[in-house]
């Protein structure tokens, strides 16, 4: 029997398609989304893709369903 975790995973795997890129950051910046991570016990990673989602729907509301 399939975890929960593991078919979550399969369901966004499927239905988004990801492009992995590579980021700098200034070292304040990172040691913050770390904090932030943490406290929320999500990835790094999620929470930068949360703030630019964030970002898109602020700055283009039009885009960010796309």
């Not at 890129?21 to 990172?30: D, G, H, L, R």
């Not at 932030?36 to 369903?65: C, F, H, M, N, Q």
């Amino acid at each position: 029997m399939a975890t929960k975790k593991a078919v979550a995973n399969a369901k966004n795997s499927q239905s988004v398609a990801c492009v992995r890129a590579s980021i700098s950051f200034p070292s304040e910046v990172y040691e913050t989304l770390e904090i932030i991570a943490k406290e929320k016990k999500v990835s790094l990673a999620w929470v930068v893709r949360e703030a630019t989602e964030k970002y898109i729907a602020d700055k283009w509301p039009l885009l960010a369903g796309s």
